[in-house]
């Protein structure tokens, strides 16, 4: 069985600042790992996926994540947060071939302060 | 382009009612999945269409549930008679087909369930 686990349910920052939302996975095979954002009343939105290409993977609106095989951790950084970037973050997990259907975390809600 | 439609954005109901949910995937899309959120909990998949066939119907909760996606348009979620903790947001997401399509998610329905 697949499971990721977010640490933090929420996170805030400062405006400018690192954001690094984290994700651990537990899978018995090599799993496809993605990052979703959801906006207030709107659905979720893919930012990026790691498929066994690069481990370093980017995604949209300057996010990008890392695959750590040894520490089982696919964690979501940007390198500075803007007031847009405020909305709540998934991680989920798939099997490969196991097509969408996704093992998600429980989501980190991500404020962003002046 | 018209995206994932839900339809309604909410929905207020009675324990022992009856409520369906429907969801009209971006059209082309032969898969179309249902997932759900409960309060404070991870997202969680419920079942999975190939067309107008259950591809994949293992997370559906118990026999209160039934989907359908008569004639592989849209597709309709059934909660027959609704019980408390059937409280959460429902969310439908459609891709094409194929393995590794993106997957796009519509914004929810919010059933709450009195």
């Known amino acids: 069985a697949q499971s990721v686990t977010q640490l933090g349910s929420h996170v805030s920052v400062s405006e400018g600042a690192l954001v690094l939302l984290r994700c651990n996975y537990s899978?018995?095979?090599?799993?496809?790992l993605f990052w979703y954002v959801q906006y207030p009343n709107q659905g979720l939105q893919l930012l990026l996926k790691?498929?066994?290409?690069?481990?370093l993977v980017k995604g949209i609106n300057g996010f990008e994540a890392e695959f750590k095989k040894s520490e089982t951790s696919f964690h979501l950084t940007k390198p500075s947060a803007h007031m847009s970037d405020a909305a709540e973050y998934f991680c989920a997990v798939s099997k490969r071939g196991g097509g969408n259907k996704l093992t998600f975390g429980t989501g980190t809600q991500l404020k962003v302060e002046l | 382009e018209a995206g994932v439609t839900q339809f309604p954005s909410h929905s207020v109901i009675e324990k022992g009612q009856t409520v369906t949910l429907r969801c009209d995937p971006i059209?082309?899309?032969?898969?179309l999945y249902w997932y759900r959120r409960v309060m404070g909990k991870e997202i969680k998949f419920l079942l999975h269409f190939v067309k107008e066939s259950k591809q994949d119907e293992s997370g559906m909760p118990n026999n209160r549930f039934l989907a359908e996606r008569t004639g592989g348009t849209y597709s309709t979620l059934k909660v027959q008679p609704a019980e408390l903790e059937d409280s959460g947001v429902y969310f439908c997401a459609s891709s094409q087909q194929g393995q590794g399509e993106k997957l796009f998610f519509g914004s929810g329905t919010q059933l709450s369930v009195l």
């Open positions: 059209s082309g899309h032969d898969n």
């Open positions: 790691y498929t066994s290409a690069a481990t």
């Open positions: 899978s018995s095979v090599p799993p496809y």
